[in-house]
């Protein structure tokens, strides 16, 4: 079976199929680096792994970008309250350039520990400002934008096909912003957006550009870079779920009208990671919101990967520690799996068997929970080891058996066989043999005598 994905575009599994095989271009929009990462925005982060090497897997050769988004997110999605890097540079009386460096470097050490695999490009909002600039003079040209004091704006309402992603009914969303506070009255419609914010000087991050001093909104940063890099129609984008209504509706009309053609083939969405069932987020969340506090608490990051892949993508999960203490518990029984005792050791076709079939599920919208229960069941060290191409979870280097030093008491058992087989008493010698047993081992005799080796789990 060839590769089937879930598009949101259509709401419904589509074959994959590029607009240039072998190539698979993708992107995923990265974080804004004003705080850690939570294990929710990591969640994210794992499906989009998952992604990446599923298509590796199937032959694909990946282009994958992903942007740093280090100025022009706003501390809400629509345009208003501050710049968050701003905000975070107040809070930590640093400068914002210096809080997206730490971040960054913060967020790549997250993703490290959880063997999320960094995307070829990871390019920077505030090294596209040009890019940028140019897909808004685009837009200009082509008529879609109104100039207030504030900002340059996109009008939503030139657009017939505005939110067809979300599938939102801009009737009903105009009656809703009535109740709405918005910060600017000049804009025309509650859906447009800022291209750019002018006028701004005593903003830290500014540049100069056609319609003033300013800054660049958040949604052009997407598809300025994304074209930039994958052209102005690629394959997938993907992002959490909560992009689907504001982000991604924005990115997909100002690059459709910049370009006058289709922006992406494939839209791909990751469901919410939860706790106690409320929405996870930087501001709030649990004590156990960031990796490294799991860490410090004693689990093991690949346990949290492990715990996510338990879940499909497009499933909400929730967190808890309960949760991650079976997921740990778990992995080390796929680490226990041991080569010697393989399922197929003589049986290539059953392997090959085996192998389709958790390919199967792997290639139906990736379904991890289904490939891990089959994966499971067989009970495969080599298989394990195959599919932990796509799963990430260290399989072959964690389940290496660890050389354990024998006992005094073992050694003694040793010797003295040694010792009895050299006298010829082989009553004696059987009877230590069997004591050897008891204790767990397997005992053989080698050139040297007497050889032991645990037995396997
Ligand atoms: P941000 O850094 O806030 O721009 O978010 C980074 C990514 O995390 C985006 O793709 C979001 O959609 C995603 N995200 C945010 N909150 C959650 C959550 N609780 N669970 C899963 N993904 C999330
Ligand atoms: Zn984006």
Known sequence: MSLRIYNTMSRSKEDFIPLNPPKARLYCCGPTVYNYAHIGNLRTYVFEDILRRTLLFNGFEVEHVMNVTDVGHMTTDADEGDDKMQVAAQREGKSPWDIARFYEEAFFHDTARLNIQRPEITPRATEHISEMIETVQKLEENGYTYLTPEAIYFDTSKSEDYGKLARLNLNEQKQGARAEVIMDETKR????????????????????????????????????????????????????????????????????????????????????????????????????????????????PLGYRYLCLQAHYRSELNFSVEALEGATAGLRKIYAARPENDPFANNETGYQEARKRVLDVINDDLGTPQAIGILHAYGSHRLWVEFDAILGLDIAKRSQPVEEALSEEVVALIEQRNAARKAKNWAESDALRNQLIALGFEVGDGPQGTTVKRKAL
Request: glycine letters at 10%; charged letters at 15%; hydrophobic letters at 35%.
């Open 189 to 300: 419609n509650p859906s447009d957006f800022v291209l750019w914010f002018r006028n701004k000087p005593t903003h830290i991050m500014k540049w100069e550009s056609p319609w003033g001093v300013g800054y660049p909104g958040w949604h052009i940063e997407c598809s300025a870079m994304s074209m930039k890099y994958l052209g102005e129609t690629f394959d997938i984008h993907c992002g959490g779920v909560d992009h689907i209504p504001v982000h991604h509706t924005n990115e997909i009309v100002q690059s459709e009208c910049a370009t006058g053609h289709t922006f992406v083939k494939y839209w791909m969405h990751g469901e919410f990671l939860l706790t106690n069932n409320a929405k996870l987020s930087k501001s709030t969340g649990g004590s156990i919101n960031r990796l490294q506090a799991l860490i410090d608490a004693g689990y093991d």
